[in-house]
């Protein structure tokens, strides 16, 4: 089977774009499947969920290796990738991707480094999930142009406004201009508390306003306090509250994913 790469994007923070990477990642290593992690945030926050807190005390990470193939230096693709207990691979982030922004802006080919980088680990994995920073920047560009499709996180707590254009608007240029295979994986809901109307409100809304042009997958994320638990763990809701309802979901939304085919 080969490789998917998967980008995980919204420009707005806080929908769950990193949670989301690490609860699907995990679930699809449960399903058997080789699992590469890919934090592309310079916050590192999926980096610290998945259990080094400290993402700045790491040698290598996702900045030396869009700083190699920009300088041409001898950086092994692999280097550096870090193995989760949970039995998924991680390239880690920290603050220093911040400082790629413009290193990458000048370089040549500018929107294809990440894509060079991952090429060869794409013989390694089932799938290469890339959590994107909440912007519409150079480096989630650098995602879309890598990946396969992207998968869209909105959170029920809002009703979807214009960054969900936006990103669409983005993804239809990536797609025109430079990677013609990106599709949309679907729209995921997530952070949906089921006593709440407005949650209802918004899956209505999202599935009669998008569920014509793009999937907007079956299987909605529940907002649960053991999820919120699980990152200060460093570990997947899988090992905090596996038989919890968000567990639960996101191995149906791994089986939506990997049914696709
Ligand atoms: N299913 C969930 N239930 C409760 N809290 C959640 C859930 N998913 C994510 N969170 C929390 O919501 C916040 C935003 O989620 P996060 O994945 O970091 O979003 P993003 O990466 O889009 O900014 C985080 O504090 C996270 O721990
Ligand atoms: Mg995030």
Not at 84 to 94: I, Q
Request: aromatic letters at 4%; charged letters at 20%.
């Amino acid at each position: 089977m080969p490789c998917r790469t998967i980008a995980i994007a919204n420009q707005k923070g806080g929908t769950g774009k990193t949670a989301t990477t690490l609860s699907l990642g995990v679930a699809l290593a449960r399903l058997g499947r080789h699992v590469l992690l890919v934090d592309a945030d310079p916050q590192g926050d999926l980096t610290k969920s998945l259990g080094w807190g400290d993402p700045d005390a790491l040698e290598v990470t996702l900045a030396n290796h869009l700083s190699a193939v920009i300088e041409g230096e001898g950086l092994e693709p692999r280097e550096g990738i870090l193995a989760h207990g949970e039995g998924v691979d991680l390239v880690p982030a920290n603050i220093e991707l911040a400082g790629m922004e413009m290193p990458i802006l000048m370089a040549m080919s500018r929107e294809q480094l990440m894509n060079v980088w991952l090429s060869p680990l794409k013989a390694d994995y089932d799938f290469i999930i890339i959590d994107c920073a909440p912007t519409l920047g150079i480096i989630p560009v650098n995602a879309l142009v890598a990946a396969d499709s992207v998968l869209v996180p909105v959170s029920a707590e809002y009703l979807p406004a214009s960054a969900m254009t936006a990103l669409l608007k983005t993804v239809g240029r990536v797609r025109r201009q430079i990677n013609p295979s990106l599709s949309v994986e679907g729209i995921l809901i997530t952070l949906s508390d089921g006593r709440n109307n407005l949650a209802h409100e918004v899956e209505q809304t999202i599935r009669a306003q998008y569920g014509g042009s793009y999937r907007v997958f079956e299987t909605v994320i529940p907002r649960a306090v053991s999820a919120a638990e699980a990152p200060a763990m460093g570990a997947s809701i899988f090992s905090y509250d596996g038989r919890g309802k968000t567990a639960r979901a996101f191995e149906r939304l791994a089986e939506e994913v990997s049914g696709r085919g």
